[in-house]
């Protein structure tokens, strides 16, 4: 079972930058896509990124080119580069896993991380 546990979350000035980790724990190579979803007060989640065990990413289009996503596969580690933010990025932010064969569902959830950004 893979645990996931976010850290990172903070406030900031739009315009400055953060650094979401989400740390893996149990058996986090049976996961086949990673990602990151946000979720801000009455508007739906969304997801922000993703990125497949084999390496590819792909961004929601808000956040393309300010947001990276990465993984360091030596620490079972999945960050989110933030860059640039601007209050429309205010939300709880969750990472978040699939299971080993499809990255068409999500199954496993981390508790969340605050990211407040203000104007």
């Known amino acids: 079972e893979v645990h996931l546990v976010e850290s990172g979350g903070g406030s900031v000035q739009a315009g400055g930058s953060l650094r979401l980790s989400c740390a893996a724990s149990?058996?986090?190579?049976?996961?086949?896509?990673m990602g990151w979803f946000r979720q801000a007060p009455g508007k739906e989640r969304e997801e922000v990124a993703r990125q497949e065990s084999g390496g590819s990413t792909r961004y929601a289009d808000s956040v393309k080119g300010r947001f990276t996503i990465s993984k360091d596969n030596s620490k079972s580690i999945l960050y989110l580069q933030m860059n640039n933010l601007n209050p429309d990025d205010t939300a709880m932010y969750y990472c978040?896993?699939?299971?080993?064969?499809?990255?068409?569902?999500?199954?496993?959830w981390g508790q969340g991380t605050q990211v407040t950004v203000s104007s």
């Open positions: 978040a896993a699939t299971g080993p064969f499809s990255c068409y569902s999500f199954v496993v």
């Open positions: 149990g058996y986090a190579a049976r996961t086949r896509c």
